[in-house]
């Protein structure tokens, strides 16, 4: 139980809702919010063959165009990597770093805070110099900088830095559930009265690692992945890094907001969720008691949907614990690719724009739904949904799952 000092006498518990000040994200489908809703709404995909150096087997990435033609500012130039780069192209989209410049004169710099969700972070960087090394000592190159680019920090510092942000700062790195975890660490601090305001993202890039390693578990499917498929056979990899300021200050009634945040870890198995969705229930379930929220009240859910054997119908078990048969879905990864530790953030931001917009998305690529999965996984996106809760569910390796609801907040401050 986490107490505070003199100050506070009991539990620290988040409050319920949290405002969504402004966001902003980049993958596959294209720089800022347009693209992304627009790629959601004529159900288009980011994905395309592997192209990276050095990959030697046939798989489908989410690759972001344009990282490679945009160098870092000069002033930043230690930070150079694939990984920051993508978080900097991010933050330049949808007028997001003048509205965090605006909030930084209001508030002062030592009260906005930075949580990013990584998973692998710059380990291209590493990957890159390791080809590079002397040949007779072994050793890493002298250029090569390892606390600017792979340190899994190395994106966080580089985001407080560019955006002159003075408060705390920390990265979650819990695989494909960090960066959905990062709204509820968000809630703590700001409840702490640590900030005022708190920059959440998520960053993950490409790289060999992931690509190797997925491949070398036999989890990488040969085309673009098809979630909840009966002939589903794996993932496409993607890259992504999105944005979200998040504070306690409302703005006006009815804008957006997080409504509550579920966590839990079932540490079933290294790589392979519990298969009958244990964790993903507990997490769930936490999220509609934080938020206060009957199931019934939840309109849509924007699955984990990684398009693998196992996990898709463990997520649909844990669904049908907790809020119960036929409810409406859909997985964004036939879109953009997994994105591993901008996952859980990508779904979050794609309620987002579900809520602002009135529609909800489709599941890309899947033409026949697995039988055994019986929620109602929808195929293409209904324009005019009435929505407006949606539920967004992030589940990482070693059984570590995060899950977010997303609304208006109502309640008025």
Known sequence: MITLGSK??????PRWPIS?????????????????????????????????????FITAIGRVDGIEQHPLPDAFKAYEGRNNRLAHLALMQDGFMPRVDELRRSLGA???????GTSTSGILETEQAYTRRDPVSGALPADFRYRETQNTFATAHFIREILQLRGPALTVSTACSSSAKIFANAARWLEADLCDAVIVGGVDSLCLTTLFGFHSLELLSKNPSKPCAIDRDGISIGEAAGFAILTHHHREDGSLAVLGAGESSDAHHMSSPHPEGLGAAIAMRACLNAAQIDSNDVDFILLHGTATRTNDIAEDRGILKVLGEAKNAASIKGHIGHTLGAAGIMNALSACLALEGQFTPGTLHTQTVDPLIRSH??????????????????FGFGGSNACLLLGRDQHGR
């Open 8 to 13: 506070r006498s009991r539990p620290l518990r």
């Open 20 to 56: 969504l000040f402004d966001y902003t994200m980049s993958n596959a489908l294209g720089l800022g919010r347009a693209a992304f809703k627009e790629g959601l709404l004529s159900h288009r995909s980011g994905l395309r063959p592997c192209d990276i150096d050095g990959v030697d």
């Open 110 to 116: 030592h009260r906005m805070g930075v949580l990013l």
């Open 377 to 394: 996984v929808a195929l293409e996106p209904s324009i005019h949904a009435p929505t407006s809760i949606i539920l967004s569910n992030a």
